[in-house]
Nanobody, 127 residues
Framework: QVQLVESGGGSVQSGGSLRISCAISGNTYRRYCMGWFRQAPGKTRNEREGVAYMDLEESPTYADSVKGRFTISQDSAKNILYLQMNSLQTGDTAVYYC??????????????????YGQGTQVTVSS
């Protein structure tokens, strides 16, 4: 059974940086997508925003709102997915979730296309 455990969240001032991690275990899929999603305060699960994903060829894709500031990467040997967040803004405040889904064709930033999620890690950016 796939298990995802996020860590590394915290509080930072605007303009600062954080790196969050996702430890992945139990993944036996041969082809899959991995991504980061966030849920801002006051937003529902249906309003969860896709931040970035690694596609089937391990190429990254980013939401326009984070492009140039965030970097998604993975350590395949350690089964860890990272999200390096630079130039953080107050609008980046959210609970960040790691997600994974078995896929054979394409990946996306649509949260509802992923069926494995971690418990989330809080990122708070203050002005």
């Amino acid at each position: 059974q796939v298990q995802l455990v996020e860590s590394g969240g915290g509080s930072v001032q605007s303009g600062g940086s954080l790196r969050i991690s996702c430890a992945i275990s139990g993944n036996t899929y041969r082809r899959y997508c991995m991504g980061w999603f966030r849920q801002a305060p006051g937003k529902t699960r249906n309003e969860r925003e896709g931040v970035a994903y690694m596609d089937l060829e391990e190429s990254p894709t980013y939401a326009d709102s984070v492009k140039g500031r965030f970097t998604i990467s993975q350590d395949s040997a350690k089964n860890i997915l990272y999200l390096q967040m630079n130039s953080l803004q107050t609008g980046d405040t959210a609970v960040y979730y790691c997600a994974l889904v078995r896929k054979y064709d394409y990946c996306s930033l649509n949260w509802f296309e992923y069926n494995h999620y971690g418990q989330g890690t809080q990122v708070t950016v203050s002005s």
